[in-house]
């Protein structure tokens, strides 16, 4: 792999991780902003939980697409290298 390839790959990486931390940091300050409008405005029946927990939903998947999943993380780096040794023992 050239120089070129490799910082391509770097670059990815990292835009990919600078878009989770952004879409964390949205998810955040909107949740934040849910539960105060929430509670100053209807405090008896509390429906902030439910985006809070939908939205949620999407930002664990895309932490788990970038930090789990992801071309180069250290867990499936690791579920490669056990396989290999698997095919090695037959």
Do not use: C
Request: charged fraction near 20%.
């Amino acid at each position: 792999m050239t120089t070129d390839d490799e910082y391509i790959k770097a670059k990815r990486r990292v835009e990919a991780k600078l878009g989770f931390y952004i879409h964390l940091g949205v998810y955040v300050v909107v949740n934040v902003l849910l539960v105060l409008i929430n509670l100053s405005t209807s405090s008896q029946y509390l429906w902030f939980p439910w985006p809070l927990f939908g939205w949620g939903i999407g930002v664990t998947f895309h932490g788990l697409g970038v930090f789990v999943l992801s071309e180069g993380s250290n867990v499936k780096q690791r579920l490669i290298e056990r396989e290999l040794q698997k095919q090695a023992k037959k």
